[in-house]
């Protein structure tokens, strides 16, 4: 078994009291975060680096990561803080007096915008009908499509750059942690420094991180041109280890999907699901590490049922 | 050889608790030690592999593995490589795993020469590993330093032709992969490991460049492997020497024997062709059944009973069963099944395992039970009572039939435990009409609704032996097939069947419900379009294949599974859970691959993206036709 790593110094000053899980794992393991939510807290850091072209890498040193996340709160207010919309479609019989009545609506229901206006909408659709109709279906795609969570903590299908934004507090103000728990940011630091991560870059520039695709179009012409600007830094991500099997094992499976012959979006659920699995691999093996012990892990994935079935 | 030696020897084959490791052995020395001829009949795979060790058709021999489940032969095509190369018998029994031999083979192919002048041969060492499992390490050892060697050597001479080490390896399956991950990674160790996986997963016998046969014998037909076991097992002399002895009507092998019923049902034609069905069922359903449990089937078949030692007959049972009046329990019918042995027993032995999924027993109509429980007294139902049921005088209604039936009818509701007396008679009567309905009454009757697959006979018939014998399916078949896939590419209650709808949620198309369509792709001949069923002769699989265009082509195995999972979503629109979740990602992901197929033809046609953005949506008008909605997005 491979000895662990001498680790990184901490960071100077940690957000947090109790600097002892970040010290063995990372800042952090976060256990509210589904692996859904830590791809896409990743997503939105990844899109940030690629954007400043410095994706993979810490050119500051270890731990140095800085990014501000988008908030996009125009296309979150109309998507998931806006369920009069097809009563308003309903009772109204002409366009025009369904685009008054809903704007006139809207306006008493926002949350977290100064000033909010939502006439660009008008040039984007030949009706309000329309209109209800791509809201409805950008609502049947968004991830945990049956979720209660908090308006705010609900998040539309990553088609591309302009569909992600962190999580936010009730009043739509600021990340409160709750489910964006940095567990994205510890994520995009292993496959930083992983040893695949150049053919990663490539294989993720080519399927995830265009920004062409219908749908990605579809979203942004449910945001205003200047929803850009409000963003916040966010800093302190810490990975504690400056290499580890683990990160390369994580990278390997991911290209592995990558490399599939198939639609870049079905992918996402692969990677997803295979990401939860690696995070869990990396906790069990380090605390290994840790204690010295020398059996290998074991997980149950499945317990069989004492009868089958057909489908079985 | 005497009735009661024969079936002491027949006893071997079933499930009593044995070694598995040590089945052929035990059998070999079974035969010898009784004077009786072992079943035997040539193995599928046996002239293959023979060949590849032939010095009289070969001057280049090379190496074979033989892998697969246990009891599918592996030792037993060893053994004849063995005799093949003229080794000792002695040698043979002595268990010992690993065994080598030379052998001469000529330098020119086809040459014969008639002295044996060394020069015009080269000398071969042939290695035997004949049970990887008994040879390899136990998992978590390390392996021994010469055996190591040996398997180096062997990785090695796959791609050195003039080495000249030959190996006949057999492995059950996993072990090989399993045992060569712990070997050193040398190069060839490296190189070999792929050759294996590829071999594996692609489903062939050898590569180009590498001096190797691959037999997977689990991919072999079992329904193959039961046309040659029954009829070896039937003719085999032990049977004529017990019937020689007149015995008496209340004796065994008299006329009330059950051994010798069970004997004659299973010369039945019917009979044969039902259970050939079910394994060829099993097969399509990627379900395969070894020679030995195809032995085992039939023994347990014609000598279960429940109620002796371990559940099988000997000539001694005999009276004692028929003073006992227990003769019904000894049904073929049931024992097919295993319904002889203990739930657990049964459960642990593949044969049954696979049968039990069919339900059969379990499974019934309305029709099916009527004729059961009121078919004496009822009219109309009547004669087919007379015919599946009452002519039977072994396993059809005795007075236990009756006399249950009674009490179930007549019973109060409070009597729990006799009703379900009957209830247990019942599963064994609707196992004997899978075998009794003849072949013209299998429609009126519903034969298949006696099992889980509605339309497994339907599938055999009108599917897999029309296409089999270059036949067209019927339109209304690829129909109801076409509409199935078009319920589940769109999560709606979709009508259409001549045009497959390939429809996303989005950008996602593995949503339960799609409504974003992409295209639609035609099932008659249309521009390079079409959709067709086909038999692929080298797997034996049944091919839906799709064309997007004429190069285009993405291909559905549709085994037993999915043909009565879409069907029946196609008639009823909904399956029970048991069956739907694996099925439906299945078709679902054939549904991925569809639309990057359609994405590559959209890159070959070289359509251009526009400014505004179309959106097609799908609704449904009520006779479940799809309409197409459009909404236009301007950016």
């Known amino acids: 078994m491979n000895l662990l790593p001498k680790p990184l110094p901490p960071l100077p000053n940690p957000d947090t009291s109790m600097w002892v899980d970040e010290a063995i794992w990372g800042h952090r393991l976060h256990d509210e975060q589904s692996p859904w939510l830590v791809f896409l807290e990743f997503l939105n850091i990844l899109h940030h680096e690629y954007g400043k072209g410095r994706a993979f890498t810490e050119p500051d040193g270890f731990n140095t990561l800085c990014y501000s996340p988008a908030k996009r709160l125009c296309l979150r207010n109309i998507l998931f803080n806006n369920p009069k919309l097809d009563g308003i479609r309903i009772m109204h019989t002409t366009d025009s007096s369904r685009w008054g009545e809903w704007f006139e609506y809207i306006k008493t229901t926002v949350q977290g915008i100064h000033n909010p206006t939502f006439d660009y909408l008008k040039k984007h659709f030949h009706s309000f009908e329309d209109f209800c109709e791509v809201v409805s279906l950008a609502r049947s795609t968004n991830i945990e499509v049956n979720s209660n969570k908090r308006w705010t903590s609900k998040f539309v299908f990553p088609y591309g750059k302009d569909c992600l934004y962190e999580d936010l507090d009730k009043n739509a103000s600021s990340n409160d942690r709750r489910f964006f728990g940095r567990t994205g940011e510890v994520l995009y630091l292993m496959l930083c420094r992983s040893q695949l991560k150049q053919e990663l870059l490539f294989e993720l520039k080519g399927k995830v991180l265009q920004d062409n695709s219908n749908w990605n179009t579809i979203i ?62 990396y906790q069990l093996t380090i605390s290994q590490q840790i204690l010295g012990l020398l059996r290998p892990t074991k997980i149950v994935c499945e317990v069989v049922a004492p009868k089958k079935n057909v489908g079985a | 050889m005497t009735s009661s030696k024969w079936i002491a020897f027949l006893r071997q084959y079933g499930p009593i608790p044995r070694n598995d490791n040590m089945y052929d052995e035990t059998i070999q020395r079974s035969a010898q030690k009784h004077g009786i001829a072992p079943i035997e009949f040539e193995h599928p795979a046996y002239s293959k592999v023979i060949a590849c060790f032939d010095k ?23 053994r004849q490589v063995w005799k ?38 080269r000398q071969f060492t042939v290695h035997f ?15 021994e330093s010469d055996k190591e060697e040996l398997l180096q050597r062997f990785c090695k001479s796959l791609f050195d032709p003039e080495s000249n080490e030959i190996f006949l390896i057999a492995a059950n399956d996993g072990q ?31 590569q180009p460049g590498v001096r190797l046969r691959f037999f997977n014998l689990s991919r072999g037909s079992s329904a193959e492997l039961f046309d040659r076991a029954i009829k070896s097992f039937l003719d085999h002399p032990g049977w004529q020497e017990s019937f020689k002895y007149k015995a008496g009507e209340n004796e065994a092998f008299g006329s009330n024997c059950p051994i010798r019923h069970n004997y004659e049902l299973l010369q039945n034609p019917l009979v044969q062709s039902r259970l050939c069905s079910l394994l060829e069922l099993c097969d399509s359903n990627g379900l395969h059944v070894p020679i030995r449990q195809i032995l085992l089937l039939l023994t347990n078949a014609i000598l279960g009973h429940p109620d002796v030692k371990d559940h099988l007959m000997v000539p001694l049972d005999i009276p004692k069963i028929l003073t006992a009046g227990s003769v019904s329990k000894a049904s073929l019918f049931n024992n097919i099944f295993g319904g002889n042995l203990s739930e657990t027993r049964r459960q642990s032995i593949t044969v049954f395992d696979y049968f039990d999924r069919f339900q059969i027993g379990y499974e019934t109509s309305h029709r099916i039970d009527n004729i059961l429980i009121f078919g004496d007294t009822d009219e109309t139902l009547r004669k087919y009572f007379t015919q599946l049921v009452a002519d039977d005088r072994f396993y059809g209604a005795d007075k236990r039939y009756d006399a249950a039936k009674y009490q179930y009818i007549e019973g109060d509701d409070e009597d729990q435990e006799k009703s379900k007396d009957f209830l247990q008679l019942l599963i064994s009567q609707r196992r004997g009409l899978f075998f009794k309905i003849p072949k013209d009454s299998e429609g009126e009757l519903n034969l298949w609704e006696l099992t889980v697959f509605k339309f497994a006979g339907e599938y055999l018939s009108s599917v897999v032996d029309v296409l089999r014998n270059g036949g067209i399916v019927k339109r209304p078949i690829l129909s109801r097939i ?40 035609s ?86 993206v526009g ?18 909605h459009f909404v236009e997005i301007v950016q």
């Open chain 2, 129 to 143: 590993i004949r049970d990887l499992s008994g040879w390899a390490p136990q998992q978590g050892a390390e392996w």
């Open chain 2, 84 to 121: 093949q190369l003229k080794g000792d018998d002695k040698d043979w029994i002595s268990d010992n795993p690993y065994m080598s031999i030379q052998s001469y083979y000529p330098k020119v192919q086809n040459t014969h020469f008639s002295s044996d002048c060394t020069e015009n041969y």
């Open chain 2, 176 to 206: 090989l992969i399993e045992s060569w991950r712990r070997l050193k990674d040398t190069e060839y160790v490296i190189k070999a490991r792929k050759v294996f996986e590829d071999l594996l997963v692609e489903d062939r016998q050898e």
């Open chain 1, 220 to 281: 942004k012409c449910l945001q205003p041109d200047d929803d850009d600007s409000d963003r916040s830094k966010r800093a302190n991500a810490f990975l504690p280890y400056e290499k580890h099997s683990s990160f390369d094992d994580l990278a390997k499976d991911w290209l592995a999907i990558l490399k599939l012959d198939m639609p870049s979006f079905d992918m996402l659920p692969h990677i997803v699901n295979l990401t939860g699995l690696h995070l869990l691999k």
């Open chain 2, 56 to 78: 009289n058709s070969t001057s280049y021999p090379v190496s074979v593995i033989l892998t697969g489940t246990a009891g599918d032969g592996k030792t037993y095509l060893c």
């Open chain 2, 482 to 521: 076409v509409k199935g896939l078009n319920r589940i590419f769109t999560g709606m209650l979709v009508n259409s069947d001549r045009e497959i709808f390939l429809a996303t949620s989005g950008n996602y198309s593995q949503a339960k419900i799609s409504r974003i369509l992409i295209d639609r792709i």
């Open chain 2, 523 to 608: 099932v008659d001949p249309n521009k390079g379009e079409k959709i067709i069923l086909k038999y692929d002769s080298s797997t034996g699989h049944i091919i839906l294949a799709i064309y997007l265009s004429s190069n285009i082509i993405e291909e559905l195995v549709l085994n037993l599974i999915r043909y009565e999972f879409l069907s029946r979503i196609a008639l009823e629109g909904a399956l029970p859970t048991s069956f739907s979740k694996e099925c439906y990602e299945d078709i679902l992901a054939f549904k991925s691959k569809l639309i990057t197929a359609y994405e590559k033809r959209k890159i070959m046609d070289g359509t251009a």
């Open chain 2, 611 to 628: 400014t505004t953005l179309e959106l097609k949506i799908l609704t449904l008008s009520e006779e479940g036709f799809p309409n197409e």
